[in-house]
């Protein structure tokens, strides 16, 4: 990866300094294929690295959209309704964390796959795909796998659904600028949802996403997985001049850890090295 340069509002960082992504993820034998952030209010590239057209799965970073519509149809309420419970048979890889009852916040913050489907199955295939399309959030198809009327339950783990690190980051923008064709309320309670964590004098609000392509077999091949990691930062001390970005990795090998948390981690681990060089 070559040295990145980022040119913000105010700020600027050194042509000079880079990212520690290769070396983060030098033992994980991980792939960094698309770096991209851009200025949440002009959508000037501030950084492209690597291939950000591709379209691919958007596995649980669709949880930001979804959540968009799940507020504006009304089926969310607030951060804490509904409470959904776990039955038998729904996903439950996720640990204990899926096998509670559940909120909204909890299933944005544990990722909670049958929190997704619940909201899928009650809206049905046509109005997300609407929504979808209207935020022109790649190409908005939530068939699923072809031959197996699955869509509702997976079409955004590794299947139907895809969208490019570049829609990503186009989409962000609506919804940090409230442009995107949904209710301010929508808006204000999908953000508050998504996880923010202080890195430096930055808050960083984002969302990890992790999946896996099937074999000929429809088994899963855990060497090459995908993982994401979206979202928005906001200096501190001007919080009108947001970053929105995206980062996608392949990986080359099986990971212990999930490859979404491999790449938001190693983005946390870069920002306070990143955000010395910043000047005001």
């Avoid at 340069?5 to 030098?26: P, V």
């Avoid at 899926?98 to 544990?110: E, H, K, Q, S, V």
């Avoid at 501190?236 to 948390?261: C, H, M, Q, W, Y």
């Avoid at 790449?263 to 000047?279: G, H, N």
Wanted: with cysteine.
């Amino acid at each position: 990866m070559r040295p990145l340069a980022l040119a913000f509002g105010l700020f600027a960082l050194s042509s000079t300094a880079s990212f520690a992504a290769t070396a983060a993820f030098a033992a994980s034998d991980v792939e960094v294929t698309c770096t991209i952030m851009l200025d949440a209010a002009t959508g000037k590239v501030l950084i492209e690295e690597g291939d950000c057209a591709a379209r691919t799965t958007p596995a649980s970073t669709f949880k930001i959209p979804l959540a968009l519509i799940g507020y504006d149809t009304g089926f969310l309420k607030d951060e804490a309704t509904p409470v959904l419970s776990y039955q038998k048979g729904d996903p439950d890889w996720g640990g204990a964390n899926w096998l509670r009852d559940t909120n909204p916040a909890d299933w944005m913050r544990y990722s909670v796959v049958w929190y997704s489907q619940r909201i899928t199955r009650d809206l049905g295939r046509e109005t997300p795909e609407r929504y979808l399309k209207s935020f022109q959030y790649g190409n908005a198809d939530l068939s699923g796998d072809p031959g197996f009327d699955n869509g509702l339950e997976r079409a955004w783990i590794a299947s139907s659904l895809q969208v490019s690190p570049r829609e990503q980051v186009a989409f962000l923008r609506g919804l940090v600028n409230a442009t995107l064709p949904v209710g301010p309320e929508a808006i204000e309670k999908t953000k508050r949802i998504v996880e923010s964590r202080a890195v430096g004098d930055w808050t960083i609000h984002g969302k990890t996403g992790a999946a896996f392509p099937r074999n000929a077999d429809r088994s899963f091949d855990y060497a090459h997985g995908w993982g994401w990691y979206v979202g928005w930062a906001e200096p501190n001390e001007a919080k009108d001049k947001a970053v929105v970005f995206a980062r996608l990795i392949r990986t080359r090998e099986k990971t212990k850890t999930s490859p979404g948390v491999l790449t938001r981690d190693a983005l946390m681990a870069e920002w306070p090295a990143l955000s010395k060089t910043l000047r005001p």
